[in-house]
């Protein structure tokens, strides 16, 4: 399929090295498991973004680990490095990256939510027909989502915001208020962060097409957040 040339994906993906990713989740399962479960998630999550009409760019970290992610993911994807101090730094870096490539719209999200409808995805760049950025709010009070026309990109929404806290979705529609931008929202939709949000994506994908998933058949396979398992770091 023809990509459009004038809009892009930037999905920000760490190497999931063991104990390095998804580490609430490590408080319950095992750091093996947790290492597992994040593979899906990107797999899955790359699985929604190939189908939509948009250039996809792995942003990938460590910054250094580029034949790592070849390696992992195939050498067949785009792949940009996440470079800066913080998540701010490195959000801003990618999309000025883009634009500079010329991309008319870029939306950024993680890996950490792989049963994110495709809907709502396609819903964001349509939002930035009309509106200056797209905000997916997520349920922990951050965002999943966030995008921009190559016109209204505002550098100052990643600057000086407490990253990893229930403020993160407020104090960025607060900044963008402040710029005058016009923000179109996406539904809420939930990370999966901790073993309850697991168990909650149980729960959701019970009549979906996600319950197919590698994702789904992982945690089944697995009996993760299953009663009586509850997930204990035994799990194997």
């Known amino acids: 399929m023809t990509k459009n040339q004038d809009a892009c994906i ?23 498991i947790v290492q597992d479960l994040y593979q899906c998630f990107v797999h899955d999550t790359l699985t929604t973004l190939k189908t939509i009409d948009a250039r ?20 067949n994807l785009q792949f940009l490095s996440q470079i800066g101090n913080d998540l701010g730094e490195r959000m801003k870096t990618c999309f000025t990256d883009v634009f500079t490539k010329g991309f008319q719209k870029a939306v950024l999200m993680g890996s950490d939510s792989p049963d994110l409808p495709k809907e709502y995805i396609k819903q964001a760049f ?17 965002y999943y ?58 729960h959701r994908a019970e009549n979906t097409s996600f319950k197919s998933s590698k994702t789904m058949t992982y945690i089944q396979t697995h009996h993760i957040g299953l009663e009586g398992n509850n997930g204990e770091k035994s799990t194997t």
């Open 145 to 202: 989502l966030i995008g921009f026309r190559t016109t209204t990109f505002t550098t100052s929404v990643f600057e000086d915001i407490p990253w990893g806290t229930q403020m993160v979705f407020q104090e960025t529609l607060m900044k963008l208020k402040q710029t005058s931008h016009t923000v179109g929202l996406l539904p809420v939709w939930s990370d999966i962060d901790t073993l309850t949000d697991v168990k909650n994506l149980i």
């Open 126 to 142: 349509d939002i930035l027909d009309t509106k200056d950025v797209v905000l997916g709010p997520a349920v922990d009070g951050g």
């Open 10 to 32: 930037l999905l920000f993906v760490k190497y999931p090295e063991k104990g390095k990713v998804k580490s609430r989740l490590s408080a319950d399962l095992s750091q093996d």
């Open 56 to 75: 996809l760019f792995i942003c990938f970290l460590p910054g250094d680990a580029l034949e790592k992610f070849q390696g992992w993911l195939g050498q």
